[in-house]
């Protein structure tokens, strides 16, 4: 059974700063797009960011040049580092694994909280 397992979230100070990870099981890492998602309460879930496997990495408007996303290979795991996080911030963030157009699915996580308050 494919697994896809998020972890690293929590509570952190405005202009904090967090690092998510997401490891994977069961999939064929290496063909899969990994994007991280997040959802705050009461918005629909929103894409944050994704990488390629060819490590071509794209950002949402509010994430760019505070948010990086990663992956290791190695490990089946991606990685989303976070600086100068604002109370906007705050939502349950989601990693997807999304497979490449002869393989069309997409695997979800089950989520980690991010909560950015003083």
């Known amino acids: 059974q494919v697994q896809i397992v998020e972890s690293g979230g929590g509570l952190v100070q405005p202009g904090g700063s967090l690092t998510l990870s997401c490891t994977t099981s069961?999939?064929?890492?290496?063909?899969?797009?990994m994007e991280w998602y997040r959802q705050a309460p009461g918005k629909q879930r929103e894409l944050v960011a994704l990488?390629?496997?060819?490590?071509?990495?794209n950002y949402t408007a509010s994430a760019k040049g505070r948010f990086t996303i990663s992956r290791t290979n190695a490990k089946s795991a991606s990685y989303l580092q976070m600086t100068s996080l604002e109370p906007g911030d705050t939502a349950a963030y989601y990693c997807?694994?999304?497979?490449?157009?002869?393989?069309?699915?997409?695997?979800w996580g089950q989520g980690t909280q991010v909560t950015v308050s003083s």
């Open positions: 069961r999939i064929n890492f290496n063909i899969y797009t």
């Open positions: 990488i390629t496997p060819k490590h071509d990495t």
């Open positions: 997807a694994a999304d497979g490449p157009n002869w393989h069309p699915v997409r695997y």
